[in-house]
């Protein structure tokens, strides 16, 4: 048998594997990318750099772990570099600060008090705000849409999150709850603004 | 979505210092300690002994309940409206082919 032969076996095995093992998150990892930078070709560049990346350190993967929260971590470092920026940690940065139960607590204080009761029954709430909640997720500042994304659309658990952003899961966890309360006041300004709701 | 251990039509059966020791033990969190997990509670990051407690806190306080279903409600609605988009199939060969290219 001639060395070259089986070092095309043995490469061939190999990307088998790894196109069994990763193929299955491309949808996912397309999905974020373009959330994240928000064009369609931008994105598609996102997701081909991050697979040629794992594919050159498919080595470095161990067996049986979670692939798909490695991948991710993947794209994050793609994303990173591409922009060459940094995804701002918020502690450094000044955000205003949105209350618990933004939302509700705008429905009730500015609406009549049967309001938020009718909201509650099936489907109104869906009708009153469904429409804008992707557009209210792409406003967010980057470091708290990434978490959103990943918790909210690609289910990971926080401690995934944790490893994925590299953070601790208080970190994740603080972030989530600020990322989703901004993401409430946006839900109330596009409500406002379509004249949905009395100021 | 997994039962309480207790439940609230238990406790009117005990005596009054029973009562009172329960609650000492397990219904002692506040409306901000309930807010503050609000979204470990939806997302199921809660240790079953913190679910029980938010749990209980949610039958007996009404204001953190009607919050909490009406949180619950907007958070099930996000998670569907940002569900995906479908992927280019053009990308996908892309990659498999940029991928024979490297081996
Ligand atoms: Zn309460």
Redesign the pocket.
Known sequence: MNIRRVVAEHNKDRKREFEETTIPYMNSLYNAALRMARERAEAEGIVQDTYLLAYKNFNKFQRGTNCKAWLFKILRNVFINRYRKNIKSPDTVQYEEVENYYLYNQLTSHQDSSYIDFLKEPGRLEEFIGEDVNSALQGLPDEFKEVVILSDIEGFTYEEISHIIGSPIGTVKSRLNRARRFLQKKLWDYAVKKGLVKR | MKEGKFLIKDLILLPKKMYYMFFKRHAMI??EE?AQRLYEYLDGELSPADYDKIKL?LEL?R??CQRFEFEEILHTIIRDKTKSDKLPPSLKDKILKELEVKE
Do not use: G, S
């Open positions: 506040t409306c309930a806190h306080c204001n953190c």
